[in-house]
Antibody
């Protein structure tokens, strides 16, 4: 069974940093691109960042570019999102989602259950 | 930046049929956008219903179907049931490694 389990969410002060992780199982992790999607309280879904299966290509939404860094460790079947310069508007549930391709394109087909990030003083 | 538009809310009677749509603020939806639909109940992660316009995800009942109607992607639910009452999101692949989600449709079954 394909499974994605996020962790690392926490409450942090504005300007702080946090690293999220997403442990993958049930599929050949390196053969698929991965993404992060977030959902602020009471709001809709927002794509944040994506990374190719090899890790060579990364992409960011404007809201994340320059502050967030996506990476992956294919030997550990784990996806990461390093977040810095956190703002109140980054408060959200962060989901990792598998892409149905080795490249960062197409379809987001499997989702984790999410991890919660709260940015507040 | 292109905005993906969805009806904010929709209502359907039990057993009825409803079609939710997903459009673009600029241009028409095509298969190259890989339009996909997700179902989300409160406090839960999104569940993939339809991907690549009209492919049902594993385990999704065939009363959920996807298509392109005119210049929009569409999700049709036939024989609506009470537990279909939740939020539905569409997403479009916009190229350059990025996706844009619609604002979601809150479906009421009454």
């Amino acid at each position: 069974e394909v499974q994605l389990v996020e962790s690392g969410g926490d409450s942090v002060q504005p300007g702080g940093s946090l690293r999220l992780s997403c442990a993958a199982s049930g599929f050949t992790f390196s053969s698929y691109a991965m993404t992060w999607v977030r959902q602020a309280p009471g709001k809709g879904l927002e794509w944040v960042s994506g990374i190719s299966g090899s890790g060579d290509s990364t992409y960011y939404a404007d809201s994340a570019r320059g502050r967030f860094s996506i990476s992956r460790d294919n030997s550990k079947n784990t996806l990461y999102l390093q977040m810095s310069g956190l703002r109140a508007e980054d408060t959200a549930v962060y989901y990792c989602a598998k892409v149905r391709s080795i490249m960062v394109r197409g379809v987001l087909d499997v989702w984790g259950k999410g991890t919660t990030v709260t940015v507040s003083s | 930046q292109t905005v993906v538009t969805q009806e904010p809310s929709f209502s359907v009677s039990p057993g009825g049929t409803v079609t939710l749509t997903c459009g673009l603020s600029s241009g028409s939806v095509s298969t190259s956008h890989f339009p996909s639909w997700y179902q989300q109940t409160p406090g839960q992660a999104p569940r993939t219903l339809i991907y690549s316009t009209d492919t049902r995800s594993s385990g999704v009942p065939d009363r959920f179907s996807g298509s392109i109607l005119g210049n929009k992607a569409a999700l049709t639910i036939t024989g609506a049931q009470a537990d279909d009452e939740c939020d539905y999101y569409c997403v479009m692949y916009m190229g350059g490694g990025s996706w844009v989600f619609g604002g979601g449709t809150k479906l009421t079954v009454l």
